[in-house]
């Protein structure tokens, strides 16, 4: 267990519509990253929030937005959903300029 | 550009053989460098990690992994797999300006067969 928590687990939904993925960072981290694991794309960063403010970028669409709230907790936001969107999404966490550990992943299904 | 080459997809390997795991990058500087493991249904979870200093790094589960500048490699090692060795392997880079931003090579399969 590395002590960040992602919920959901399953994630299923329709084309066209918004979801929201939830994050809980291990205690005292305060960096939190987004991951997109798909079949062609393999493990892609999406973005890195520190203390509440963007920090880097990565392979990110406009259709998809996140934050860092106050008490740390990020939440991912992928909205007007398209089957290529199906795929498992990783948060992770890390203190610092450090090891980042992985949540568990939740994988969404947009049918 | 920028890129991490895992050019085996998939390895089988017979329990208690050894096993190597090739990881290739291209970048203008040495990146911090990084094995992830997945296991099925699972996260990731760090094996190792180079950041600078001794080039052969050691990791959890019996696992090594030896920087070579001159080759841009990053080879990972484990001198007698086991069963529960059986998972997908990921080598991943960070840049030293943007560390956080890890890019991922594309995973290396690994069964292991009694």
């Known amino acids: 267990d590395s002590g960040v928590t992602q919920t959901p687990k399953h994630l299923i939904t329709a084309t066209g519509q918004r979801v929201t993925l939830r994050c809980s960072p291990r205690s005292g981290d305060l960096s939190v990253y987004w991951y997109q694991q798909s079949l062609d794309q393999g493990l892609q960063f999406l973005i890195q929030?520190?203390?509440?403010?963007?920090?880097a970028k990565g392979n990110i669409l406009e259709r998809f937005s996140a934050q860092q709230f106050p008490d740390l907790h990020s939440e991912l936001n992928l909205s007007s959903l398209e089957l290529g969107d199906s795929a498992l999404y990783f948060c992770a966490s890390s203190a610092g300029e450090d090891e980042q550990f992985f949540g568990p992943g939740t994988r969404l299904t947009v049918l | 550009a920028q890129s991490v080459t895992q050019p085996d997809i998939h390895i089988t390997v017979s329990e208690g053989a050894s096993l190597e795991l090739r990881c290739n990058y291209s970048?203008?500087?040495?990146?911090?460098l990084f094995w992830y493991v997945q296991s099925p249904g699972q996260g990731l979870q760090l094996l190792l990690k180079y950041f600078s200093g001794d080039t052969l790094v050691q990791g959890i589960k019996g696992f090594e992994a030896e920087f070579k500048r001159s080759q841009s490699s990053f080879n990972l090692r484990k001198p007698s797999v086991h069963w529960s060795d059986a998972a997908e392997y990921f080598c991943a880079v960070g840049l030293t300006d943007s560390w956080g931003k890890l890019q991922f090579g594309a995973g290396t399969q690994v069964v292991v067969t009694p």
């Open positions: 929030y520190y203390n509440g403010e963007e920090r």
């Open positions: 970048y203008g500087a040495t990146p911090y």
